[in-house]
């Protein structure tokens, strides 16, 4: 492939370029004390080193022999390996090291043709600069290291203490190793400039801490500002860097990773079409579709490194293009932080006509769905004053979706993608479209609905039903679903079929359709509620009779009590029930989907 080499390389990676850099606004070092003892054990405990990987690298200039290389993939990795031959270092004998100093300087450090200063070959990024320049130096302040035990401080200390145990002739070995190329550990994948690395990132397995797509994003973003600034200063270097530092500051660092529950919420993970992508992926999706320079028609997810890529390099020219861009990617991000919130088993949710944005996330995360995250993204911020409106055109989104869903249209299902591009570019065509689906309701699927979209509805109908009550109007939603008339009814409720049932018409069945006609009913909505806890499958399976009584000690919601248990213990004729049948099933499928209307299809 043009472009792009594969070898696989001995440690000598570092001897044969002037400079590794790692981005300047790259992630920061994570690995943890299992991630040093794995690296530690591969060299001092195993006969042989494993191989530890693919390691990912830029140019930094269009061709080769330019001496500098990008660090895509492989930071952590290349940072913690060059700790340990540090670490290695300083605990061997004053003969040793002056043997070595040669070969070390050689590995570890360069230093430009006409000055005498080394400098460390592996440049580190802004957050871990300092500290790996402490610890990748010959003379080393001991008040740096005092009780340091996370990050690269605390790597170098874990590693001086385990080698502390190791004899000074397996540790000279271990070096000399390192120092003269004899591992062969990795496969070194060097990109030309112009190539997309999350491409090639994607189709790699690595080891380490996976790089995101927002991680390259973030790069091809202040890559572009550091170009523009250095043509802005182009003989003022520290000028530049304080222009660009505070750019970054006030519109990533302040937004993304300002404080540790921050940085977690961006991190979190969603699933986008059965891939799991960080928050902040998704985010820079959404962006990227209601900016319109990612098309839903002609992407998908997959393609977002390339399309920020392009997009940067054709569109952000100059630094006022920049400031606009920043700014809007802050201002929009904020909002998309402010409304879509981490669902957790904690999270309480309530029934409330003027809050149907939670209602409608709760929707698409049982469903797997962030189709129309662009779309909701785009309401809350066009509208982002105007709470009655919002609630409106969500609330038109949230209907389209369920009658879609409740009609098991798959024609429109499968469309999504297209549609959510047609309703942010067209803003009458929602309206339009709910206008449509509601002229013919079939509500099929509550005929034979999925586990997840039977809890969903039956949670908020019973959300629904306390709005008028003095019961808790916050639940969490973490209630069991359980079939009143169990999937393997035929154990303990085949007694009644007898020479056949009758349907609710009246007509008589035979057995076989009697069967038949059970098995249609079991997976109704009318057959189906939520419990506390869950029963075990001996009881589930029991007659109504045996099952009502622990049904009762773990009925807490409306939809269980006033509906099944409250009935069967009734001393009224006319609301007491003694079983439980196809007949109690429809007329309760009928019930709940007048209350679907009313809670949900205003």
Request: charged share 30%; with cysteine; hydrophobic share 35%.
């Amino acid at each position: 492939m043009a472009g792009f080499t594969a070898k696989e390389e001995r440690f000598t990676i570092f001897n044969s370029e002037k400079k590794l850099k790692i981005p300047f606004f790259q992630r920061k070092y994570v690995w943890k004390e299992e991630n040093w003892d794995e690296l530690f054990d591969n060299f001092f405990v195993k006969e042989e080193p494993s191989f530890l990987g693919s390691i990912l690298v830029q140019r930094n200039v269009i061709g080769a022999g330019s001496g500098v290389l990008d660090v895509i993939d492989g930071q952590q990795r290349l940072t913690t390996i060059s700790i340990l031959i540090m670490a290695i270092y300083d605990s061997i004998n004053s003969e040793t090291k002056k043997n070595a100093k040669a070969e070390m300087l050689n590995a570890l450090f360069s230093k430009a043709t006409f000055h005498s200063e080394y400098t460390p070959k592996l440049e580190h990024s802004k957050f871990d600069k300092s500290d790996y320049e402490k610890v990748i130096c010959f003379e080393k302040n001991k008040e740096d290291f005092a009780g340091k035990e996370e990050g690269i401080l605390g790597c170098y200390n874990h590693f001086i203490k385990r080698l502390s145990d190791i004899s000074d002739k397996k540790k000279e070995k271990v070096l000399d190793d390192f120092l003269n190329g004899n591992y062969l550990i990795w496969v070194i994948i060097t990109l030309d400039k112009e190539m997309d690395e999350q491409s090639i990132f994607d189709t790699l397995n690595n080891s380490g801490v996976s790089l995101t797509a927002s991680d390259t994003i973030k790069n091809f973003i202040f890559k572009k500002v550091d170009e523009i600034y250095d043509e802005k200063y182009p003989s003022d270097s520290v000028t530049s860097f304080q222009a660009m530092n505070k750019l970054y500051e006030d519109n990533w660092e302040q937004v993304f990773i300002k404080d540790d529950d921050t940085e977690s919420y961006w991190n979190s993970e969603v699933i986008t079409g059965r891939i799991k992508r960080t928050k902040l992926d998704l985010f820079l999706y959404c962006f990227g579709v209601i900016k319109g320079f990612f098309s839903q028609y002609d992407n998908n997810i997959s393609d977002l490194t390339k399309v920020y890529k392009n997009y940067l390099a054709n569109e952000i020219t100059t630094i006022e293009k920049v400031n606009d861009f920043l700014a809007d990617l802050k201002k929009t991000a904020i909002i998309f932080k402010d409304n879509f919130e981490n669902d957790s088993k904690e999270t309480l949710y309530n029934y409330d006509k003027d809050n149907v944005l939670h209602r409608l996330l709760h929707l698409l995360k049982v469903n797997d769905v962030t189709t129309f995250h662009p779309l909701i993204l785009k309401v809350l911020y066009d509208h982002e004053n105007n709470i009655d409106l919002i609630n409106k055109k969500l609330h038109l989104l949230e209907k389209y979706l369920l009658i879609n869903y409740l009609n098991e249209d798959t024609s429109k299902i499968k469309n999504y993608n297209k549609m959510c591009m047609t309703m942010i570019n067209d803003d009458a065509k929602l309206a339009e479209e709910v206008q449509e689906v509601s002229s013919d309701i079939k509500f099929t699927l509550l005929n034979h609905i999925s586990n997840s979209f039977a809890t969903y509805f039956l949670f908020w109908v019973e959300l629904f039903r306390r709005t008028d009550s003095d019961d808790e109007s916050s639940l969490k939603y973490v209630y069991s679903l359980e079939h009143i008339m169990p999937k393997k009814w035929k154990e303990n409720w085949f007694d009644d079929i007898g020479n056949g049932l009758k349907d609710v018409n009246g007509t008589q069945l035979d057995v076989p359709q009697s069967i038949e006609y059970r098995d249609n009913h079991i997976n109704m909505l009318g057959n189906m509620t939520l419990l506390k806890g869950k029963l075990n499958s001996s009881i589930s399976n029991k007659n109504f009779a045996t099952k009502i009584i622990k049904i009762k000690e773990y009925a807490s919601l409306k939809i269980t009590k006033n509906d099944i248990v409250d009935r069967y213990y009734s001393k009224d004729k006319e609301e007491k029930i003694n079983a439980w049948n196809e007949k109690l099933i429809e007329e309760r499928n009928k019930k709940l989907r007048e209350e679907i209307i009313k809670a949900l299809l205003y």
